[in-house]
């Protein structure tokens, strides 16, 4: 079993910038491909980013990819996404996400076997 905690979130205005983190426990941490989600209201989950066990990352769209950064510290057993300029659509809770180093289409939500609780991120106008 691996245990994954967010923390993070909160409100922001937008133009703003938010770190989340995701405390991961249970298991060898550096053997997970570890992935961030975001799900809004009355919408499906969506894949944001990924950082592969050995630190090769995907992220979801080019304006993601300018605007957000996913790292991770595997000695604090610990993923990151670091958010900026963000905007009033990127408004969601934001799930960290964990599957073991073997497995494929990492940007799909079903392969990943672990899922945190999430954290809110709300982006104002």
């Known amino acids: 079993q691996v245990q994954l905690v967010e923390s993070g979130g909160g409100l922001v205005q937008a133009g703003g910038s938010l770190r989340l983190s995701c405390a991961a426990s249970g298991r060898t941490f550096s053997n997970y491909n570890m992935g961030w989600f975001r799900q809004a209201p009355g919408k499906e989950r969506e894949f944001v980013a990924v950082?592969?066990?050995?630190?090769?990352?995907?992220y979801s769209t080019d304006s993601e990819k300018g605007r957000f950064t996913i790292s991770r510290d595997n000695a604090k057993n610990t993923v990151y996404l670091e958010m900026n300029s963000l905007k009033p659509e990127d408004t969601a809770v934001y799930y960290c996400?964990?599957?073991?180093?073997?497995?494929?289409?990492?940007?799909?939500?079903?392969?990943?076997?672990?899922w945190g609780q999430g954290t809110q991120v709300t982006v104002s106008s």
């Open positions: 996400a964990a599957v073991f180093r073997g497995a494929a289409r990492l940007l799909t939500a079903a392969v990943y076997d672990y």
């Open positions: 950082i592969m066990w050995s630190g090769g990352k995907t």
